[in-house]
């Protein structure tokens, strides 16, 4: 079992960047990869992005040139960098840790204002 928790969300305008973080309770190297979803209000919860633990990563095709994925194996820490954020990205982000079973955050708010 792991703990994970989201952190870096917030308010910002269009066009502007956020790095979010999530941060693991224990080792994520376990894990097959590590992953970003998003639920805007209303909506279904989609991916956004994955590493896998051989560091290569998977964008969804919204955020393809925009977002980026990383991880610290060290500090059981893996990153989203966001940049030139829209209104659509307005979400919360969740960070998910998957393996032969799937562990959640609580999410953390991303506003991005018009």
């Known amino acids: 079992q792991v703990q994970l928790v989201e952190s870096g969300g917030g308010l910002v305008q269009a066009g502007e960047s956020l790095t979010l973080s999530c941060a693991a309770s224990?080792?994520?190297?376990?894990?097959?990869?590590m992953a970003w979803h998003r639920q805007a209000s209303g909506k279904q919860r989609e991916w956004v992005a994955t590493i896998a633990s051989g560091g290569t990563s998977y964008l969804a095709d919204s955020v393809k040139g925009r977002f980026t994925v990383s991880r610290d194996n060290a500090k059981n820490t893996v990153y989203l960098q966001m940049n030139k954020l829209k209104p659509d990205d307005t979400a919360v982000y969740y960070c998910?840790?998957?393996?032969?079973?799937?562990?959640w955050g609580q999410g953390t708010q991303v506003t991005v204002s018009s």
């Open positions: 224990g080792s994520i190297s376990r894990f097959n990869g």
């Open positions: 998910a840790a998957v393996g032969t079973t799937t562990y």
